[in-house]
């Protein structure tokens, strides 16, 4: 039995993680999601495709909600956003691909600062509702801007070349996003286990205590607004390259609930929490569409024409169930998990 | 001037729906610190059962409105029991957010219960045409207002000078000293639900009757933020007046500026009001002991 793990050297303790375990299942997870376009159908690739943007954006809401407990309802508005500057800068102003994915971030974090301003006063619930009003500011403003925007008539891009990669290839596709999520998983982690992560914990766990040991809660939370919407803006920005046909109408209310309902699912403050509730949350559906398939024809196809309350009962039902028996998330019953092998047969 | 003058009618009549959600809103979080996001889908609960009462069991109105009143106690004090109750010692960020879920999960059962269409509520006292002045007002928009001022009035009564009203402000001082006094805290949380559901769930049908009785019904909840906010969450009158306030810069601002702002003026004010005070205009300033 394992009774204690001890760091000894330098290079272990800066290391992102010292166990061989740990690095070989990354290994391994990797592997299988490169070799995954190989084996899968491309209605499944689509929607592996869709959990990695849903990664990229959860990390970011994580920075924010999970670890510096600014609650935000507003993540349509940061997405849209950011889904809208890639679409219009590569169709109406002829930017290549590679500069109007960067800049999706770099609006997303400009304007989540305007939010990030009136929210240094603010707490709780009343910087959720704040959010939240930005998004319909955005939302409103996208539609009703028809000169800037098309308006009701959304925005079409028609073929993406990025670096060489032909992204309307839906492997293509799905190796870049591949890519970019692993990116942002690495960003996130080293950004918490510096000086700003631990800044950010202080902040959650007591704003006026870190502010006494030196913290500036000015600086740090509109930092954690800019990094979390800076990825949240890359997330839009690839929607945009999936879909290619963008429109306001997705990026509504029951969006931010479910960026929520991912990051409560799989676990707060976690970037694996992150990954696993994003996994969660877009095969959940899926999931119950099987289910539906084994039941008798008529019940299935009465059912078939609500899918879409049906992916919105179980989205309620799994939050409120989650928050219920495992407020830790998917992370914590995976850490219990293995708390109860690695102590067996003493485990309790 | 006419003009100016029915536009400011039509904003008290949408302001009273909201100022009415926001009195709900404002109830619940005053006496359990818990902001109800799902407060505009009981309000649909509520609305949808009583049009199937009225519809279906064909009740005349005047017998609906009392049915319908015991009906969203029973719908408020079933929701606490299980969604809210067993949370309590959870951190507040959580109940808040097993109200969200509840907030989507409500709102799909609905559709698909009801279906997906709308259907207008039908009643004896509606489509009269009322002129006071230059302004014109069909009865139920009439209706609306008053019931708005009959809320806030009750609601008013009742904080000040019931036992259970007292009670329940108490709780939501101190909790612990309540329970000392005799109070018994777990009721008042039910109790909380129960008015709430009855207060939105009237603003519901009042809304059902101007409009129709349709699947988004459950969105006037969230516009009724901007109201509870720019009241302040803890005091239901100063939110009740806010819905007031909110209503009718939207109806002024569509009117004038441009359209499509009736929805989201409200969240434009709430933005600009809580850069100023951030505990809305009537709220309590939060003190913190460290």
Same mark, same amino acid.
């Given at each position: 039995?394992?009774?204690?793990?001890?760091?000894?050297?330098?290079?272990?303790?800066?290391?992102?993680?010292?166990?061989?375990?740990? &690095?070989? &299942?990354?290994?391994?997870?990797?592997?299988?999601?490169?070799?995954?376009?190989?084996?899968?159908?491309?209605?499944?690739?689509?929607?592996?495709?869709?959990?990695?943007?849903?990664?990229?954006?959860?990390? /970011?809401?994580?920075?924010?909600?999970?670890?510096? @407990?600014?609650?935000?309802?507003?993540?349509?508005?940061?997405?849209?956003?950011?889904?809208?500057?890639?679409?219009?800068?590569?169709?109406?102003?002829?930017?290549?691909?590679?500069?109007? =994915?960067?800049?999706?971030?770099?609006?997303?974090?400009?304007?989540?600062?305007?939010? /990030?301003?009136?929210? =240094?006063?603010?707490?709780?619930?009343? =910087?959720?509702?704040?959010?939240?009003?930005?998004?319909?500011?955005?939302?409103?403003?996208?539609?009703?801007?028809?000169?800037?925007?098309?308006?009701?008539?959304?925005?079409?891009?028609?073929?993406?070349?990025?670096?060489?990669?032909?992204?309307?290839?839906?492997?293509?596709?799905y190796l870049f996003v591949l890519a970019v999520a692993i990116l942002t998983a690495l960003a996130a982690l080293n950004i918490l286990r510096t000086r700003v992560g631990r800044a950010f914990?202080?902040?959650?766990?007591?704003?006026?205590?870190?502010?006494?040991? @030196?913290?500036?809660?000015?600086?740090?939370?509109?930092?954690?607004?800019?990094?979390?919407?800076?990825?949240?803006?890359?997330? /839009?920005?690839?929607?945009?390259?999936?879909?290619?046909?963008?429109?306001?109408?997705?990026?509504?209310? =029951?969006?931010?609930i479910e960026a929520l309902a991912v990051i409560i699912v799989g676990g707060l403050g976690s970037v694996a929490g992150a990954i696993l509730g994003s996994f969660f949350i877009i095969l959940?559906?899926?999931?119950?569409?099987?289910?539906?398939?084994?039941?008798?024809?008529?019940?299935?196809?009465?059912?078939?024409?609500?899918?879409?309350?049906?992916?919105?009962?179980?989205?309620?039902?799994?939050?409120?169930?989650?928050?219920?028996?495992?407020?830790?998330?998917?992370? /914590?019953?995976?850490?219990?998990?293995?708390?109860?092998?690695?102590?067996?047969?003493?485990?309790? | 001037?006419?003009?100016?003058?029915?536009?400011?009618?039509?904003?008290?009549?949408?302001?009273?729906?909201?100022?009415?959600?926001?009195?709900?809103?404002?109830?619940?979080?005053?006496?359990?610190?818990?902001?109800?996001?799902?407060?505009? #889908?009981?309000?649909?609960?509520?609305?949808?059962?009583?049009?199937?009462?009225?519809?279906?069991?064909?009740?005349?109105?005047?017998?609906?409105?009392?049915?319908?009143?015991?009906?969203?106690?029973?719908?408020?004090?079933?929701?606490?029991?299980?969604?809210? $109750?067993?949370?309590?010692?959870?951190?507040?960020?959580?109940?808040?957010?097993?109200?969200?879920?509840?907030?989507?999960?409500? $709102?799909?059962?609905?559709?698909?219960?009801?279906?997906?269409?709308?259907?207008?509520?039908?009643?004896?006292?509606?489509?009269?045409?009322? #002129?006071?002045?230059?302004?014109?007002?069909?009865?139920?928009? *009439?209706?609306?207002?008053? *019931?708005?001022?009959?809320?806030?009035?009750?609601?008013? *009564?009742?904080? $000040?000078?019931?036992?259970?009203?007292?009670?329940?402000?108490?709780?939501?001082?101190? #909790?612990?000293?309540? *329970?000392?006094?005799?109070?018994?805290?777990?009721?008042?949380?039910?109790?909380?639900?129960?008015?709430?559901?009855?207060?939105?769930?009237?603003?519901?049908?009042?809304?059902?009757?101007?409009?129709? $009785?349709?699947?988004?019904?459950?969105?006037?909840?969230?516009?009724?933020?901007?109201?509870?906010?720019?009241?302040?969450?803890?005091?239901?009158? !100063?939110? !009740?007046?806010?819905?007031?306030?909110?209503g009718v810069i939207g109806a002024l601002s569509e009117g004038y500026i441009g359209q499509g702002l009736k929805e989201i003026s409200g969240f434009f004010v709430i933005i600009i009001v809580?850069?100023?005070?951030?505990?809305?205009?009537?709220?309590?300033?939060?003190? #913190?002991?460290?």
């Amino acid at each position: 039995m394992r009774t204690r793990h001890f760091v000894e050297t330098y290079q272990k303790h800066v290391a992102l993680s010292d166990s061989p375990a740990t &690095w070989s &299942w990354v290994a391994i997870f990797i592997i299988a999601l490169l070799a995954f376009p190989f084996l899968a159908s491309t209605y499944l690739l689509a929607m592996v495709t869709s959990v990695g943007i849903m990664v990229v954006g959860a990390i /970011g809401l994580n920075i924010l909600t999970g670890s510096t @407990g600014l609650i935000s309802l507003g993540q349509a508005g940061f997405l849209a956003s950011g889904c809208y500057t890639t679409g219009l800068l590569i169709t109406d102003y002829g930017w290549p691909p590679e500069l109007a =994915l960067p800049a999706a971030g770099v609006v997303s974090a400009l304007l989540s600062l305007l939010v /990030g301003i009136p929210s =240094l006063r603010l707490k709780g619930l009343y =910087l959720a509702i704040t959010t939240m009003a930005f998004s319909f500011i955005v939302t409103h403003f996208l539609l009703y801007a028809e000169s800037i925007t098309h308006g009701p008539y959304g925005v079409r891009i028609e073929d993406l070349n990025f670096l060489g990669l032909d992204l309307a290839d839906q492997v293509q596709l799905y190796l870049f996003v591949l890519a970019v999520a692993i990116l942002t998983a690495l960003a996130a982690l080293n950004i918490l286990r510096t000086r700003v992560g631990r800044a950010f914990n202080a902040i959650r766990d007591h704003d006026i205590a870190a502010r006494v040991m @030196g913290i500036s809660l000015t600086r740090y939370k509109l930092f954690a607004f800019a990094i979390s919407s800076f990825m949240v803006g890359i997330a /839009g920005g690839l929607m945009a390259f999936q879909f290619r046909f963008i429109n306001v109408d997705i990026f509504n209310v =029951l969006l931010s609930i479910e960026a929520l309902a991912v990051i409560i699912v799989g676990g707060l403050g976690s970037v694996a929490g992150a990954i696993l509730g994003s996994f969660f949350i877009i095969l959940l559906p899926e999931a119950t569409r099987e289910v539906l398939d084994f039941l008798p024809d008529s019940i299935s196809s009465a059912l078939s024409i609500y899918i879409y309350e049906i992916r919105g009962l179980m989205t309620g039902l799994t939050i409120i169930i989650m928050l219920r028996i495992k407020p830790q998330g998917l992370v /914590g019953l995976w850490r219990d998990v293995k708390r109860y092998w690695t102590h067996w047969p003493l485990s309790k | 001037m006419d003009l100016f003058l029915n536009f400011v009618a039509s904003g008290l009549v949408i302001g009273s729906i909201y100022g009415i959600i926001a009195v709900a809103f404002a109830i619940v979080f005053k006496t359990t610190g818990v902001l109800n996001f799902a407060q505009g #889908e009981v309000m649909m609960l509520v609305t949808y059962t009583s049009w199937s009462l009225g519809t279906e069991l064909s009740l005349p109105f005047y017998a609906l409105i009392p049915v319908s009143i015991i009906g969203a106690a029973l719908i408020g004090i079933v929701i606490e029991r299980i969604f809210i $109750r067993p949370m309590i010692g959870q951190p507040v960020f959580s109940i808040v957010m097993v109200t969200i879920g509840l907030a989507v999960f409500l $709102r799909s059962m609905i559709v698909m219960i009801w279906g997906p269409d709308a259907a207008p509520f039908d009643a004896a006292i509606k489509d009269e045409i009322i #002129e006071i002045g230059p302004v014109v007002l069909f009865s139920e928009q *009439l209706y609306a207002i008053l *019931l708005f001022f009959v809320i806030s009035g009750v609601v008013f *009564l009742f904080f $000040r000078f019931s036992r259970v009203g007292i009670a329940m402000r108490a709780t939501a001082m101190d #909790e612990t000293a309540a *329970l000392l006094m005799g109070v018994d805290v777990r009721k008042i949380s039910s109790l909380a639900w129960a008015i709430s559901a009855v207060v939105s769930g009237l603003g519901g049908i009042a809304f059902a009757l101007m409009f129709s $009785r349709a699947p988004d019904l459950w969105f006037e909840g969230l516009r009724s933020f901007p109201a509870t906010i720019l009241g302040g969450l803890d005091s239901p009158l !100063g939110s !009740g007046f806010g819905g007031l306030i909110i209503g009718v810069i939207g109806a002024l601002s569509e009117g004038y500026i441009g359209q499509g702002l009736k929805e989201i003026s409200g969240f434009f004010v709430i933005i600009i009001v809580l850069m100023i005070r951030p505990y809305g205009l009537f709220g309590d300033k939060e003190l #913190e002991r460290v």
